[in-house]
């Protein structure tokens, strides 16, 4: 895989956008918890990178990008909480979603 020249509010937008469309319905609170984090611009042109990548696709580049970047404890443990409030944004979370989460989670960790 190419190398990930992403900022980190483009990383932040992936990840986000890739858990709220996870079980293929992203809920108006999701994608509105969304751009409360990301601007406009930012958040149209990663969604349609995350709708076009595969899920395998998606989970690589996240993992590629955490590993190429370090992030610091506290900046991991901050976008796991903007996930959780991602797939609870629209009051409930599905099995896909918990699945997600604890890959997204281990990933993160």
């Known amino acids: 895989m190419k190398e990930l020249d992403w ?8 990840v986000l956008l890739y858990a709220a469309h996870c079980n293929f319905f992203e809920s108006e609170e999701e994608l ?6 990301v601007d406009k ?4 042109r990663i969604h349609t990178e995350v709708v076009i990548d595969s899920d395998e696709i998606n989970l ?3 993992q590629q ?3 190429d ?11 796991i909480r903007d996930i959780k ?7 409930s979370v599905d099995v896909l979603e918990k699945k997600v989460f604890s890959i997204l989670k281990k990933i993160i960790e």
Not at 32 to 37: A, F, P, Q, T, V
Not at 41 to 44: E, G, V
């Open 7 to 14: 900022t980190r509010k483009e990383f932040e937008a992936y």
């Open 69 to 79: 970047n370090n992030l610091q404890e506290e900046e991991k443990e901050q976008l």
């Open 32 to 37: 509105n918890y969304i751009l409360s984090k």
């Open 85 to 91: 409030n991602v797939f609870f944004a629209d009051g």
């Open 60 to 62: 690589n580049k996240i």
């Open 65 to 67: 990008y955490i590993s």
């Open 41 to 44: 611009k930012t958040f149209h």
